[in-house]
């Protein structure tokens, strides 16, 4: 059950084309789609997308290290009968 909730986690987190057909405003948008204002049609900030890319893995990172115990568990007992 916690592997689910880390992996439900984890694909909301990286959910990219949800929010980019139902969110208008900017201050609404995911941190994929703030990454994805860094490139532009004839230029790319390429120092600016690999910066915000580490920073949006800090809360994946504290969410994995927190329920690792869980996470590795729920893994390693998925394929057990009862």
């Known amino acids: 059950m916690d592997a689910l ?3 439900t986690f984890v694909t909301n ?3 990219f084309m949800g929010p980019m057909i139902y969110l208008n405003s900017t ?3 995911t941190v994929l789609l703030g990454i994805r204002m860094f490139m532009g049609q004839y230029s790319t900030e390429y120092g600016l997308i690999i910066a915000a890319s580490v920073v949006s893995l800090i809360p994946v990172v ?3 290290l927190i329920f690792q115990k869980q996470f ?3 893994i390693a007992t998925s394929g ?3």
Request: glycine content about 12%.
């Open 5 to 7: 909730a880390i992996f």
């Open 13 to 15: 987190w990286n959910n």
């Open 27 to 29: 201050e609404l948008k």
């Open 62 to 64: 504290i969410v994995f």
């Open 72 to 74: 590795v568990q729920g």
């Open 80 to 82: 057990l009968k009862g």
